[in-house]
T-cell receptor
Framework: DAGVTQSPTHLIKTRGQQVTLRCSPKSGHDTVSWYQQALGQGPQFIFQYYEEEERQRGNFPDRFSGHQFPNYSSELNVNALLLGDSALYLC?????????????FGPGTRLTVL | AQRVTQPEKLLSVFKGAPVELKCNYSYSGSPELFWYVQYSRQRLQLLLRHISRESIKGFTADLNKGETSFHLKKPFAQEEDSAMYYCALRGNFNKFYFGSGTKLNVKP
């Protein structure tokens, strides 16, 4: 099991563009959470998907949206990119919503907005 | 509001010295606290969670609700402990809140 995988590894976009990041959860996991980690900061919770629905959301604008597919993989979409969106985007997967089980993190996608 | 504070960005100690990484939190309910670690060129991984009451790699952390703290301790630091450490809180509805992290540097 490769664990949580994310693609692409790096991405460079310009202001105003749109971006899609992808995440495949660890085998057996059905819940995916996305985090934004700015340089020198800890991860900030964006949202969580379970059963193909957004279940929880952090303090992020509607420009940030997501999707979860029947195979539990997930996408993070960011529209109208701003310079401040430059960050490492982390995906984490776990089993269920109760929080009983550990969440496992992917390696992240480094997004640079110019 | 939920918040996790790690007051030290960098902590340098010599091998064999005791280590304490500080974490304070703000939360109105009954929190669940975690420590995550990120070694160089590796992904973020769980180190320990307070409900487990375990000692992992010699590290322990006790939840002090009176002081709203969850400090991470190890009596004798090893060079392989050098890493970024993040304190995290799981609040209502399974939302996670992370601190800004402390870089631990264990010198030989």
């Amino acid at each position: 099991d490769a664990g949580v995988t994310q693609s692409p590894t790096h991405l460079i976009k310009t202001r105003g563009q749109q971006v899609t990041l992808r995440c495949s959860p660890k085998s057996g996991h059905d819940t995916v959470s996305w985090y934004q980690q700015a340089l020198g900061q800890g991860p900030q919770f964006i949202f969580q998907y379970y059963e193909e629905e957004e279940r929880q959301r952090g303090n992020f604008p509607d420009r940030f949206s997501g999707h979860q597919f029947p195979n539990y993989s997930s996408e993070l979409n960011v529209n109208a990119l701003l310079l401040g969106d430059s960050a490492l985007y982390l995906c984490a997967s776990s089993f269920g919503l109760a929080g009983t089980y550990e969440q496992f993190f992917g390696p992240g996608t480094r997004l640079t907005v110019l | 509001a939920q918040r996790v504070t790690q007051p030290e960005k960098l902590l340098s100690v010599f091998k064999g010295a005791p280590v304490e990484l500080k974490c304070n939190y703000s939360y109105s309910g009954s929190p669940e606290l975690f420590w995550y670690v990120q070694y160089s060129r590796q992904r973020l991984q769980l180190l320990l969670r307070h409900i487990s009451r375990e000692s992992i790699k010699g590290f322990t952390a006790d939840l002090n609700k009176g002081e709203t703290s969850f400090h991470l301790k190890k009596p004798f630091a090893q060079e392989e402990d050098s890493a970024m450490y993040y304190c995290a809180l799981r609040g209502n509805f399974n939302k996670f809140y992370f601190g800004s992290g402390t870089k631990l540097n264990v010198k030989p």
